[in-house]
C-alpha cells in the first residue's frame, strides 16, 4: 500500500492511515460527509459528472486515442476550474454586498432602538405634564367654582339689599318701621 501512495504522491489520509490516527482522521472528515450534507452536494455531482460524461462522449466519438484525451480533459477541467473561479468572485460579491446590508441595517436598528428608548422617555415625560395640567385644572376650577358660587351668593344678598332698598323708597312708612 506504501508503494502505490508513493506512486500516486498522496499525503495520509483516511485510506492510508491506521489504528488511532485513522480514528482522529475520520472524526474530523465525518460530519463533512453526513447524510444532510451529501444530499446538499447530489445536484452538483450530478451535474459535474454529467459535464465529465459529455466530454468523454466527445473525445470517444472523435477516436482519439487514450493519450490525445489528456490535453482534452486538461482544457475541460481548465474551463470548469474557470466557471467555479468566477461564480466563486461572483458569490464572494453577493457576500460583501450582505454584510455590507446587514451591517446597514444593524446601525439602522440600534438607531431605530436608541430613538424608540428616546420617544418613550419624551412619551413619559408628555403624559406626567398632561397629568400635573390636568391636576392644575381640577384645582383651578374647583377654585374658579368657589368663587363663582361666594359672588354669586354676594349678589343675592346685594340684590336683596336692593330690593328692600328699593321697597324703602316706594313706601316710606313701610320702609321706616322696617328699618326700626
Not at 12 to 34: A, Q
Not at 83 to 104: A, M, P, R
Request: hydrophobic share 30%; proline share 2%; net charge positive.
Amino acid at each position: 500500500m506504501n508503494q502505490v501512495r508513493k506512486n500516486i504522491k498522496l499525503g495520509s489520509g483516511l485510506v492510508f492511515e491506521k489504528d488511532e490516527e485513522w480514528k482522529r482522521v475520520r472524526r474530523i472528515v465525518s460530519p463533512t460527509f453526513s447524510i444532510k450534507k451529501l444530499k446538499q452536494m447530489m445536484s452538483l455531482v450530478e451535474r459535474n459528472c454529467n459535464i465529465l460524461k459529455t466530454v468523454f462522449d466527445g473525445i470517444s466519438n472523435t477516436g482519439q486515442s487514450e493519450g490525445s484525451m489528456d490535453p482534452e480533459l486538461r482544457k475541460h477541467f481548465t474551463t470548469r476550474i474557470s466557471q467555479l473561479n468566477s461564480e466563486l468572485q461572483h458569490s464572494n460579491g453577493k457576500l460583501i454586498f450582505l454584510v455590507s446590508q446587514c451591517s446597514t441595517l444593524s446601525k439602522q436598528l440600534y438607531q431605530a432602538v436608541a430613538l424608540k428608548t428616546n420617544l418613550s422617555h419624551e412619551l413619559e415625560t408628555a403624559r406626567e405634564s398632561i397629568h400635573q395640567l390636568q391636576d392644575q385644572m381640577t384645582t383651578l376650577s374647583s377654585g374658579y367654582e368657589g368663587q363663582l358660587s361666594a359672588m354669586s351668593d354676594h349678589l343675592c344678598e346685594l340684590r336683596d339689599k336692593l330690593a328692600k332698598t328699593e321697597e324703602g323708597f316706594e313706601n316710606p312708612k313701610k320702609g321706616r318701621r322696617k328699618m326700626k
